[in-house]
């Protein structure tokens, strides 16, 4: 019966077919029980493109619209993918979760708090599952680490790390095109990409089910990189561009209710290869991405004379650790054929929100999740505009964080 369900076809919406959702759709279209039935965007064009990425796979009818609102009204559509620009995705999400399709939406943060409880209280209302699709919580360095933290190797977490590093210079290129990032970079000083490093770090510290982000605070440099890009493509006093807002680095702390803190980094305006630099540091051992090295405090001496020496402190290459303590998510997925973007995490978690579609289950990352790493947007940007004074971040669940029921049981779960 199981097996069943989990081949059982589903049919998928996708409203907005920008380049993120052309990737997304090719994958969808490779999994043999998605159908995806219809896409949804103002631009034509744009559908023909998502169309033509289709037909490389399967040959089923697949209807376009240009007003999501007529792809909802469709009673066999039972799930609906989100790839808008990022003003947008809140709004398509409430009106998918009152239509009774699960949803999941692409990342970005948002632009006020209010969206982040407009979204809740839709969940509330409705009960119909909404999720981010945040890829990185299935990346398999991410996965491995959630693994060994589970497992109690790096003892009490004390302090975790995450940056998004990526040089985005070019965007300041497409400001002319009306690139809504762009309009993003130039018009607001905020850590405007969070979601893929507070994601996997939320679930490490178990976020939302059993603490808590309490209070964040955030500064940002100086802003120059995109502006000097920017002038070189446009010319110093072309009316296209103004100075942009956003800070070059933008660095947030945030300190939980179990007395762990978290430190993200959104850089995206400097020369730089691309890195999430995710850290992990426990009362055991510490792990850094950066240098791919582990380091474990040794639990024992077998000598008096071994103890009182001076334990030399040296890194170990992780590799070794990664491949020990794999994720069982990662292990079924190396033995299927690893495929997808983003290295295969594309794949899993859009298989994990078709899985929880196919078994009408919870999804493995819920509303709270969603708003809570969404709203580190507009918290950041409050903080920096206050000179780096503390703010208070929501608590979504209204106290049920504290004691929430558990997750289904679920090969995909971020939380067994």
């Not at 209070?215 to 100075?243: C, F, M, V």
């Amino acid at each position: 019966m199981t097996e069943n369900l989990d081949n059982r076809p589903v049919k998928i919406g996708v409203i907005g077919v920008g380049g993120r959702a052309v990737g997304l759709i090719g994958t969808m279209a490779e999994m043999g029980f998605v159908e995806i039935a219809a896409l949804s965007d103002v631009r034509p064009e744009k559908m023909e493109e998502g169309l033509k990425v289709i037909r490389e796979h399967a040959d089923y009818p697949v209807s376009c619209y240009t007003d999501y609102r007529e792809l909802l009204e469709r009673e066999d559509i039972e799930g609906v993918v989100i790839a808008t620009s990022w003003n947008d995705h809140t709004k398509i999400a409430i009106a998918a979760m009152k239509a009774g399709k699960y949803t999941g939406f692409e990342v970005g943060g948002t632009s006020s708090i209010q969206q982040c409880w407009d979204l809740v209280h839709a969940y509330e209302e409705t009960g119909t599952p909404c999720m981010i699709l945040e890829n990185c919580c299935y990346g398999q360095y991410e996965l491995a680490v959630l693994n060994m933290i589970r497992k109690g190797l790096f003892g009490e977490i004390i302090h975790v790390e995450g940056s998004y590093q990526h040089d985005l210079r070019g965007l300041a290129e497409k400001i002319h095109e009306g690139y809504q990032r762009s309009l993003h970079h130039m018009k607001r000083n905020a850590d405007l990409y969070p979601t893929h490093e507070i994601g996997p770090l939320a679930k490490y510290l178990n976020i939302n089910r059993g603490n808590r982000f309490l209070t964040l605070t955030s500064t940002a440099s100086r802003s120059r990189g995109l502006d000097l890009r920017a002038a070189k493509s446009y010319g110093e006093n072309s009316p296209i561009w103004h100075r942009h807002a956003l800070g070059d680095v933008v660095t947030t702390v945030i300190k939980c209710a179990g007395g762990e803190t978290v430190t993200i980094v959104h850089d995206t305006s400097l020369p730089r290869p691309y890195t999430r630099n995710n850290a992990v540091h426990g009362t055991k051992g510490i792990w850094m991405e950066i240098n791919h090295s582990m380091y474990f405090e040794p639990e024992s001496f077998t000598t008096e004379e071994e103890a009182n020496e001076i334990v030399e402190h040296k890194w170990e290459n992780a590799d070794p650790y990664l491949e020990k303590y794999r994720h069982p998510i990662w292990d079924r997925f190396l033995n299927d054929g690893v495929t997808g973007g983003h290295g295969g995490m594309d794949y899993l978690v859009l298989r994990a929100f078709i899985y929880s579609i196919q078994h009408h289950i919870p999804l493995p990352i819920d509303v709270y999740d969603s708003a809570t790493w969404m709203s580190i947007t507009c918290l950041t940007e409050e903080s920096i505009a206050k000179g780096s004074m503390p703010v208070y971040v929501p608590d979504f669940t209204n106290g049920a964080w504290v004691c929430r029921e558990p997750m289904p049981e679920s090969p995909w779960s971020l939380d067994a």
